[in-house]
């Protein structure tokens, strides 16, 4: 006969299992993502990699689209502002109409302008046989010195002077010799947007809401004979055929103004989903490009980029662990900055340089920029 015995661990001598192996996960865990190999950017980097894979390889595809749809977006919104806009603008005040053509086509004129500059001026590249002064470091990709400020665009596959951002709107990098005339179309695009929607409230009112609000259209077809009620609130059956024609319109409609009515007798579907796609669009620009813009100021305002935004908040934090501060070298105070940003230097003047297209270039050459530890430039600053 064989005996069987049966042994079993106490509760105690089970957690202390558990412990110890969770101890020993935990200490694995750690020393994969807390050493110089592993840390959390890396990890990070790798999780996205396949949507930089994406990017790098088709955004330079999807921007001729893009830049397409921008200019007929563009055409569809001028071409509704002067079908539906001017004429209303002219029978309400012919003087009032020219102001708003000409503010309106200055607008126009300059977002034109700069978004063609923006997509068909490169932003730079460092010329061959840049010289191991002008270099900060090396482009592992492109195996070349890089000056200061000049970052590699994936998506171009170079190195781009002063980069910012690659915009697939633009189908081009913004950088060095395009900077200002990406913001400035921001800047215009968003006031024009805002124009449009301030000029268009009255409009919107009479044909969107007035019009839904007191005008109706029959649906079906009425049944039966029409009739009318007197004054004790009887029916009266109708037998002549206009007789009850003042039944069918709302009393509101016979106590407005001529011009109002006229407005909703005009007013079609078509033309209200038109105006709704006006208003829809404007809304969603200067909401998403007016955010843009401004994010794009604050850096201008302290004298820095998109990709040295980052960079920056990185040695900021670094610094003060070490119980230092970091100073941006190029932040030479607001004025300067925006001065040295939109060229308001040598004798250039902000009407002709800013509120006018101007094809000037940006100071210097982008290999080389001055810093705040420059004593002379700060002599010679205008």
Avoid at 72 to 92: D, H, M, N, R, S
Avoid at 116 to 128: W, Y
Avoid at 159 to 188: E, Q, S, T
Avoid at 236 to 252: G, M
Wanted: proline content about 5%; hydrophobic content about 45%; glycine content about 6%.
């Amino acid at each position: 006969m064989v005996r069987i015995t049966w042994r079993t661990n106490s509760t105690q001598s089970l957690v202390s299992t558990f412990r110890l192996r969770w101890s020993y996960m935990n200490h694995c865990w750690h020393s994969l993502t807390f050493n110089a190999h592993m840390n959390s950017s890396y990890a990070t980097d790798v999780c996205m990699t396949p949507i930089f894979w994406v990017v790098d390889n088709y955004t330079h595809c999807l921007g001729p689209f893009f830049v397409v749809g921008v200019a007929i977006l563009t055409t569809a919104v001028v071409g509704i502002a002067y079908w539906i806009g001017l004429p209303f603008w002219w029978a309400k005040s012919q003087v009032a109409t020219i102001l708003l053509l000409i503010v309106g086509n200055w607008l126009l004129l300059n977002i034109i302008f700069h978004y063609v500059m923006a997509v068909i001026t490169p932003a730079g590249q460092p010329p061959e046989g840049v010289s191991h002064v002008e270099a900060v470091s090396m482009c592992t990709k492109c195996i070349s010195p890089k000056p200061p400020r000049t970052h590699h665009c994936s998506v171009c596959n170079r190195c781009i002077l002063k980069m910012d951002h690659h915009c697939p709107w633009l189908n081009n990098c913004v950088g060095y010799a395009n900077h200002r005339y990406f913001f400035l179309y921001m800047l215009y695009t968003t006031l024009g947007c805002l124009f449009l929607i301030v000029c268009g409230l009255e409009i919107g009112y009479k044909y969107l809401w007035l019009d839904h609000s007191e005008h109706w259209t029959e649906l079906e077809p009425l049944e039966g004979h029409p009739v009318k009620f007197n004054l004790s609130g009887h029916a009266i059956l109708v037998t002549h055929p206009h007789e009850y024609d003042d039944i069918l319109l709302p009393a509101a409609v016979h106590h407005l103004p001529t011009p109002i009515a006229d407005t909703l007798a005009d007013s079609t579907p078509t033309r209200r989903r038109i105006l709704w796609f006006m208003a829809v669009t404007n809304v969603a620009v200067v909401i998403a490009l007016g955010t843009l813009c401004t994010w794009h100021a604050k850096l201008i305002t302290r004298g820095e980029t998109s990709v040295e935004a980052h960079i920056n908040e990185a040695e900021r934090k670094r610094f003060l662990q070490l119980k230092r501060i970091y100073i941006n070298p190029y932040n030479f105070g607001t004025k300067k900055n925006w001065k040295l940003f939109l060229g308001l230097v040598r004798g250039r003047s902000f009407w002709r340089t800013v509120l006018l297209p101007s094809w000037h270039r940006p100071e210097g050459n982008g290999l080389s920029f001055h810093t705040v530890h420059d004593a002379i430039f700060e002599d010679e600053w205008p």
